[in-house]
């Protein structure tokens, strides 16, 4: 009898304790990202506005953005990276015209958020930009892109899109 109690007490503990022990296990920094990796298509409200493919590249260490747009000829890519010495995400953006964003920030509650300085060149030579990505619980991306002129005291939503992954 005492076997068999001692048995129901491990059952009952262990796989709590195992959960307990799985809920206070941080992401691996450089996995922070890897929600966004897939095959994309990209809508406004109901309309697809474009094709997004997002890859590893060396040894999972960079991702690698390929956007196509479906109503004008664009195209852009960005790479991403974790730098460890600075505990950030940094992005680099250029479209086919050489507009590039230089990007920095972090993942934090779910969402990755990062941010240009003055450096970039897309937009007013004064402008600011913040991209956030937001996993979505049915698998779908959330991408806001927002800008700003007055040094953050008022944003403006550039793009807002739902990343659904494609049928292959």
């Not at 941080?26 to 897939?38: C, E, L």
């Not at 479209?95 to 003055?118: A, C, H, I, Q, Y």
């Not at 937001?134 to 698998?139: C, F």
Request: hydrophobic share 35%; proline share 3%.
């Amino acid at each position: 009898m005492k076997s068999f109690l001692i048995f129901i007490i491990l059952v009952m503990y262990i796989p709590n304790s195992l959960v307990a022990q799985e809920g206070n296990k941080t992401m691996d920094p450089t996995r922070q990202f890897d929600f966004w990796v897939g095959e994309w298509d990209v809508y406004t409200e109901e309309n697809l506005v474009g094709k997004n493919t997002i890859v590893f590249l060396q040894n999972k260490n960079v991702i690698q953005e390929n956007w196509i747009s479906e109503k004008e000829n664009f195209t852009g890519t960005s790479y991403s990276f974790y730098n460890p010495k600075t505990a950030k995400w940094n992005q680099i953006w250029i479209d086919k015209n050489g507009n590039n964003l230089l990007l920095t920030g972090t993942f934090s509650e779910g969402k990755m958020v990062l941010s240009s300085g003055l450096d970039s060149n897309m937009g007013e030579p004064n402008s600011l930009h913040r991209i956030t990505w937001t996993q979505l619980t049915n698998g779908n991306v959330k991408q806001i892109w927002e800008s700003t002129t007055d040094n953050g005291k008022s944003w403006n939503i550039q793009f807002q899109g739902i990343y659904k992954k494609s049928n292959p």
